[in-house]
């Protein structure tokens, strides 16, 4: 079966830090570029941040540059995202996806089903 499982999701204090996980079955992540999404009640869906088929470059949203790290691990076929410095507008539930593409673009291919993350303050 093909799926994407995110974890590491929780609730965590402003200034702390989350790890989220992106795990990959029936397919090989490797081959896709991931995008990390998130969405919040009443907010449009926002991309995050995106790492490139080969990891040959990284995305990230302005509002979480300098915070965010996202990292893949092809040995465990999991994509990551770190969450530093987290602020209360962090809170949203958080999305990663695949594509078969160099590039983070739509349509993608593959979307996990969320993990939630509530930051407070």
Same mark, same amino acid.
């Given at each position: 079966?093909?799926?994407?499982?995110?974890?590491?999701?929780?609730?965590?204090?402003?200034?702390?830090?989350?790890?989220? =996980?992106?795990?990959? =079955?029936?397919?090989?992540?490797?081959?896709?570029?991931?995008?990390?999404?998130?969405?919040?009640?009443?907010?449009?869906?926002?991309?995050? =941040?995106?790492?490139?088929?080969?990891?040959?470059?990284?995305?990230?949203?302005?509002?979480?540059?300098?915070?965010?790290?996202?990292?893949? /691990? +092809?040995?465990? +076929?999991?994509?990551?995202?770190?969450? +530093? =410095?987290?602020?209360?507008? /962090?809170?949203?539930?958080?999305?990663?996806?695949?594509?078969?593409?160099?590039?983070?673009?739509?349509?993608?291919?593959?979307?996990?089903?969320?993990?939630?993350?509530?930051?407070?303050?």
């Amino acid at each position: 079966e093909v799926q994407l499982v995110e974890s590491g999701g929780g609730l965590v204090q402003a200034g702390g830090s989350l790890r989220l =996980s992106c795990a990959a =079955s029936g397919f090989t992540l490797e081959d896709y570029a991931i995008g990390w999404f998130r969405g919040a009640p009443g907010k449009v869906r926002e991309g995050v =941040s995106c790492i490139s088929r080969g990891d040959a470059s990284t995305y990230y949203v302005d509002s979480v540059k300098g915070r965010f790290t996202i990292s893949r /691990d +092809n040995a465990k +076929n999991t994509v990551y995202l770190q969450m +530093n =410095s987290l602020k209360p507008e /962090d809170t949203a539930v958080y999305y990663c996806a695949a594509v078969s593409a160099p590039l983070c673009q739509g349509p993608y291919d593959y979307w996990g089903q969320g993990t939630q993350v509530t930051v407070s303050s």
